[in-house]
């Protein structure tokens, strides 16, 4: 169809403009709605330090472990498994800007280069090389994230998820800390991946 032609029939000549400025903002508006950016599906809550700190203990996490926080909102968790344990780590958060504060308090806090942050859909990355994830998502991200992590996760890797357990069948341990519950999970020896 041609628009202009359309336009110019149906318009007195001074209203041409406003027309043509409101076509381009209806097709940028259409454009928009037709991305497909994926967006968090749960919104940035911290974990409490007291939580993570038994999170880590349950994991027994020490400094030959890779752990991968799964939407890592500031990055405490990783800055604190690397402060404390000397471990390295890896958070994949969604939102640009938690992304940049969670560098920034990595740097504060001494361990920026044992962690890093990447601005990613926690459901496309490979998390093969993390020995220990932790993951404080909703129930139904954790559950759809355990066939992924079974499969690429090695055997004796530890998943630890804050307040909603990870999906089927039962954890190996649970903790109830400052009245949150913490799920640990051991991948079995005869995972195959
Ligand atoms: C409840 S907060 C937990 C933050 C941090 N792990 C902690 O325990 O303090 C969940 C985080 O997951 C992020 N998130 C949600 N959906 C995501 C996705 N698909 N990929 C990556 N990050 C995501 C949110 O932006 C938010 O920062």
Redesign the pocket.
């Known amino acids: 169809m041609n628009c202009r032609a359309t336009v110019s029939r149906s318009l007195p000549a001074a209203l041409l403009p406003l027309a043509f400025v409101a076509m381009a903002l209806l097709a940028s508006l259409s454009a928009q709605e037709t991305t497909t950016e ?10 409490m330090n007291s ?2 700190e038994v999170m880590l203990d349950m994991a027994e996490v020490t400094s030959e472990d890779v752990v991968y ?9 990783v800055i604190t498994a690397a402060q404390r344990y000397g471990a390295r780590g890896v ?5 640009p800007e ?1 992304v940049e504060r969670a560098r920034a308090n990595a740097l504060e806090a001494g361990v920026a280069d044992k962690v890093t942050f990447v ?6 990355i490979d998390v093969s090389e993390a020995t220990v994830v ?4 909703l129930a139904s ?1 954790h559950a759809r994230m355990q066939p992924k992590l079974l499969r690429e996760l090695a055997p004796g890797s530890r998943i630890v998820t ?2 909603f357990p990870m999906g089927e069948g039962e954890p190996d341990q649970k903790k109830r800390v400052s009245g949150r519950d913490v799920y640990l999970y051991r991948v079995p020896a005869g995972n195959a991946r």
Not at 134 to 137: A, I, S
Request: aromatic share 8%; charged share 20%; hydrophobic share 40%.
């Open positions: 994926p967006r968090p599906g749960v919104h940035f809550v911290p974990t939580v993570v926080d799964l939407g890592s909102g500031d990055g405490r968790i958070g994949v958060e969604l939102d938690l601005q990613a859909d926690l459901f496309t932790t993951m404080y998502l991200m804050h307040r």
